[in-house]
């Protein structure tokens, strides 16, 4: 089968020729039709998550296509089935890849673009909300990187799960625009949102942030939580220095932080992955959420993808076609 990958981390992505991959007991082989784009899988390229394994690595995090074969101890999926993944263990750039059946889910009607681009987002963006933040009804949130992947998405999602107020931030002002689109109250420059957040909370602060750049906008976050407030960090876009947080100022003004890594929630705590993506794509399959697919490019154009990230040149999701 072809693949496309690095052999060198930050090196250029070239074609492989693999064996088409087996599936263990509790593993489904899934001929890829459409792959999304992540930010994690720029990190992957460069290196962020350790050196390139000895014959090459090959990206991509979430795929769609159609069931080919299914282990052994798989039930409720069976082959010729159109299927979204989750892959922890990347590979999604491939004609072919082994996805956990537990991360695996049936779309049915859904567009095989729109579910390519769905499954790292969304179970992201819902994790964020409904489990490090534990969103309620009439909260108040503030997401960080309001036009990207779990930006877009994460809006429509707070307001599912009964937000009032949802405010974002943004790097640029043209993304502003864009971001817009998603139910966003209204949308800041994230250089200078904290006076404005005050204001439309009458004081008070958000009851959540979701941050994915660090930096100082994580630092002013934690400024303008409402009492009881939540901090839930998903992400270094920004490429800043870890924060040192004492943990005085957080119990004495009522606030919290935590966080948010679907790679570790998938090798500890499976279950929740599972939970969160399939709340999150029924949410998709009935119409109440939309994940908005940008652009499709063909899968040797992967570098163009992870360059545009790494630029950040790029609204809503990218999606590679197979």
Do not use: C
Not at 238 to 259: A, E, F
Not at 299 to 314: T, Y
């Amino acid at each position: 089968m072809r693949a496309i990958g690095f052999t060198v981390n930050g090196g250029d992505l070239v074609e492989f020729d693999r064996p088409i991959p087996t599936p263990g007991p509790d593993e489904v082989v899934v001929r890829v039709s459409y792959a999304g784009v992540n930010f994690a899988e720029l990190q992957h390229w460069r290196g962020d998550f350790g050196p390139a394994e000895p014959g090459g690595d090959v990206p991509g995090l979430e795929a769609a296509g159609i069931v080919a074969r299914v282990g052994s101890e798989v039930t409720g999926i069976a082959a010729g089935a159109a299927v979204t993944a989750y892959l922890p263990g990347f590979g999604g750039y491939a004609e072919y890849v082994v996805a956990p059946a537990a991360f695996t889910y049936p779309i049915g009607s859904l567009d095989p673009i729109i579910a390519a681009a769905a499954p790292t987002v969304l179970t992201t963006a819902y994790g964020l909300l409904a489990g490090v933040g534990r969103v309620r009804r009439h909260d108040s949130v503030l997401i960080h990187s309001a036009a990207g992947g779990v930006g877009s998405v994460a809006a429509q999602l707070a307001r599912e799960l009964g937000a009032d107020l949802v405010l974002g931030t943004v790097g640029a002002p043209d993304k502003a625009v864009y971001a817009g689109q998603f139910g966003y109250d209204e949308v800041l420059p994230r250089d200078a949102f904290a006076d404005r957040v005050r204001q439309l909370t009458g004081g008070r602060g958000v009851d959540l942030v979701l941050d994915p750049v660090g930096g100082p906008a994580r630092a002013t976050s934690l400024d303008v939580l409402a009492p009881l407030g939540r901090l839930a960090a998903y992400g270094d876009a920004g490429g800043y220095p870890d924060l040192t947080l004492p943990v005085q100022p957080l119990w004495k003004g009522n606030r919290s932080v935590g966080g948010f890594n679907i790679g570790d929630l998938a090798r500890r705590a499976p279950h929740l992955v599972t939970e969160f993506g399939r709340a999150a794509l029924d949410l998709l399959a009935a119409g109440r959420i939309h994940v908005d697919v940008t652009e499709v490019l063909p899968l040797a154009d992967a570098r163009r993808a992870l360059d545009r990230l790494a630029a950040r040149a790029s609204r809503g999701k990218l999606v590679l076609s197979v």
